[in-house]
Every structure is written in C-alpha cells, then in structure tokens.
C-alpha cells in the first residue's frame, strides 16, 4: 500500500496504466502532456512497479522506486535512463523465485546518482535459493549488475539475503560507492548461504567502495581486473577477505593500482589473498594494503599465492603472471589466525616474478608456519 500522501508521478505511460487502489502501479499527474519535461519526478510502486519503470525510465528525471515487488525470473532493468537520472529506493524491494541466472537488477548510465532512503531495504530473499551450494545445485540469479556505470554514485543502499554474488561491477568509469551494506549473514545457518561474493570487479577504472559493511560467505571484494580502485573504510564479516583475483585466463588479466586502506576483517577464512592463476598471463601492478586490522580468521592472514587453479596453492607456482610493487603497512593482527592456518603464506614462480614488493609493520600471529613457501621475497617471510 502507498499511502495517500505520497505524490506520485510520472509522464509517459500515463494513460496506459490504470492504478488499482490496493496496489498502485504508478499514478498519472494532473499534466496533459505526454512528454517529459526536464525535472519529472516518477515514482513506480507494488506489482508492476518494475515494468513501468523499464519502459519509463528514459522520461524521468528522477525514479522513485517504492516498495517494489519484482516479480520472478524478470531483471528489475534500470539501463536506459538519460545521463544524470536520480534512482532512489524506498521501502522494501523484492524479488520472486525462479532458478535463473538473473540479474535481479541491473543499474548502466552516465552521471546517475542511486540511492537508498532512510530505512529502505532490498530483499533478495536468498533462503528460498540457499541451498549450501553456491554456484552448483539450485540456479540462482546474480543480484545486482551495476555495469558500464560511469560519472556515477551509489549512496546508502541496504542490500540483504543475495541468492548468490551480490554486486558486479563491470565496465565502470568513474563510480562511487558510498555506505552500501550487503548483509547475508543470515546464510551462516547451516551453511546454506555460498558463493555470495559482496563486491565482484572486472574491467572498471577509477571505482571507490568508502564505508561498506559486507557480512557474506565468499570474497569480501574481489579485483578481478581494473585500473585505480580503492576499498576503504570497509568492514568484512565471515567472508573470504580482500581479494586481488583470481587474475589469469579472462578476457582482462591486468590489475593495476588498488588500494585497500582502513578496512577491518573479522570471522573470515582469509583477510587478505592476491591470487594469481597457475600457467596464465598478464599482471597484478602496485596493489596497497594498508591500515587492515583482522581477527577470527580460520585459514590465512595473508596468502599471495601465483599457484591458484579455482583452489588455493594447488600445484607449481608459475612466473609469467607477476605480482610488482605489492605494499603491506600497518596489518595488524596478532593473535588473528587460529592455531590450524597459517599466517603468512608466499608462492612465487621465480625470484623475478614478485618484485618491488614493501612490507611494513605487518603483524598476523596466531597460526602455524606454511612449509612449501617459494621465492618469496625478502621483505617478508612465511611464518
Ligand atoms: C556514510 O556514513 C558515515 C557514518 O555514518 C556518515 O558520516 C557519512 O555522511 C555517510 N556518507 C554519505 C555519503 O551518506
Ligand atoms: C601507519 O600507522 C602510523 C601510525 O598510526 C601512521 O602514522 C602511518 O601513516 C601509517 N602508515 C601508512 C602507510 O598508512
Ligand atoms: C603499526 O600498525 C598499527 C595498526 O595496524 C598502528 O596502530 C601502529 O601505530 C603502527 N606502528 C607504526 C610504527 O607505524
């Protein structure tokens, strides 16, 4: 229900639609003309809130989403709104079950600013997927692809319950993600919550995440490819950590200058990985790390490993993948890791293939030494 209060408009479509009292799709302003005018404020409610919104969505310069309720295996399609829309949601948006590949929305355009109003929430209602498996049994949608984003902001969005990986970014120029929680803590029952990655980047330049707070399963973020990426501020909770990777064997194998600073992981497996695929090309280049606090981690504090095959240091480690210029300042982690992992692990192909590497003030304790360390380099040591 929409309350009576609410304004709502929008331009296009107006005539076509018909609002139903009990669950109004979007009601037409008292405005004769069928175009939009710069400033048209629409807001898309209820049942076939996400349909008039796609079909829309170019004739508004500002999308209200309210307590929409996207029905099953339909991708909530925000691609083709003109440069500079403003999408807010509001309420409670969900989404139907089906088994498919998704996404169950999907954000592209220039200059858009999105944002989450004061208590809005969108629902994936992952249980009725959570199956344990992850990317295996039950096919379960992606959550949210903001692709080819650019000039733009994310403001304050409230994800939970991802089926699976919550947040693509892909083909982004110049995005900012400010305060976004992912929280699919509630997976952790029975461990039927997997896969659910919180940030998946590929091939995006000049992306910020500042303040997210990522309770999941999987990869707190993982850096798949890109260029200028910075993650801070950030809170990580029974993940998998930082991630650079796995790089090797995409499209785009080239990582080059991300930052990770002031970010804290708790109740991971790992905090912080950079993985780099066994038998594969191309580079992972000035990757910081610095100001990273870790505790309750199960598996390893750091692993920078050029032997990943889907699996962590599985196999040789190989060279023509080189991880340059890695800093490490000011981990902290004393008494971090459990007393089965390890605290610090390095496998390099050759002495060549990690170099200009800068290590400081680094401190994971709690673990045991890693024993098939290689060519590691001589600013660190495995321990
Ligand atoms: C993000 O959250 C912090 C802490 O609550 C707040 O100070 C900041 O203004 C928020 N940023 C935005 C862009 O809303
Ligand atoms: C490390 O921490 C110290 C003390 O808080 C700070 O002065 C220094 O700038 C930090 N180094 C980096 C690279 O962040
Ligand atoms: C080492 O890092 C910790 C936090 O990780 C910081 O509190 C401390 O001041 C740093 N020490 C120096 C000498 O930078």
């Known amino acids: 229900m929409v309350s009576s209060s609410l304004i709502l408009s929008v331009v296009a479509l107006a005539a076509s639609v018909i609002a139903a009292p009990a669950a109004p799709a979007i009601t037409p302003a008292p405005v004769a003309s069928a175009v939009a005018k710069r400033g048209t404020s629409c807001t898309f409610s209820g049942a076939n809130g996400y349909a008039s919104a796609s079909k829309s969505q170019a004739s508004c310069a500002t999308i209200v989403l309210n307590n929409v309720a996207v029905p099953s295996g339909v991708t909530l399609d925000l691609s083709k709104m003109k440069a500079?829309?403003?999408v807010i949601f509001q309420g409670t948006t969900t989404w139907g079950y089906k088994e498919w590949k998704g996404p169950l929305l999907q954000i592209q355009g220039s200059g858009i600013k999105v944002s989450g109003a004061s208590g809005a929430v969108l629902d994936g209602q992952g249980a009725k997927w959570w199956d344990g498996e992850g990317d295996s049994g039950k096919v379960k949608p992606k959550f949210f692809a903001a692709h080819k984003l650019t000039g733009s902001t994310i403001t304050n969005l409230h994800i939970k319950n991802t089926p699976v990986q919550a947040v693509s970014i892909n083909g982004c120029d110049g995005l900012t993600i400010t305060n976004m929680t992912i929280d699919d803590s509630a997976g952790d029952a029975g461990a039927k919550g997997h896969n659910t990655d919180g940030f998946d980047i590929g091939?995006?330049?000049?992306?910020?995440?500042?303040?997210a707070r990522v309770y999941n399963q999987?990869?707190?973020?993982?850096i798949n490819s890109g260029t200028n990426i910075v993650f801070k501020n950030c809170l990580c909770?029974?993940?998998?950590?930082?991630s650079i990777g796995s790089v090797g064997g995409r499209d785009n194998n080239v990582v080059d200058t991300v930052t990770f600073s002031n970010n804290q992981v708790t109740k991971s497996v790992q905090a912080i990985r950079v993985k780099a695929k066994a038998g594969?090309?191309?580079?992972i280049n000035k990757v910081t790390y610095s100001d990273i606090t870790m505790s309750a981690i199960s598996k390893y504090g750091i692993l920078i490993e050029q032997n990943y095959d889907g699996g962590d240091l599985h196999g040789t480690a190989?060279?023509?993948?080189?991880?340059?210029?890695l800093t490490l300042s000011n981990i902290s982690g004393k008494g971090a890791v459990s007393s089965s992992g390890n605290n610090v692990v390095?496998?390099?192909?050759?002495?060549?293939s990690c170099t200009g590497w800068k290590w400081s003030n680094v401190s994971v304790t709690g673990g045991k030494k890693y024993a098939s360390c290689s060519n590691v380099p001589s600013v660190?040591?495995?321990s």
Do not use: Q
């Open 84 to 86: 500079g829309t403003n």
């Open 203 to 211: 091939s995006s330049n000049n992306v910020v995440i500042d303040g």
């Open 218 to 222: 999987d990869d707190c973020v993982a």
């Open 237 to 242: 909770s029974g993940g998998h950590g930082l």
């Open 280 to 283: 594969t090309t191309g580079k």
């Open 318 to 325: 190989t060279s023509n993948l080189p991880i340059t210029g």
């Open 346 to 352: 390095v496998t390099c192909g050759s002495s060549s």
């Open 380 to 382: 660190t040591a495995c």
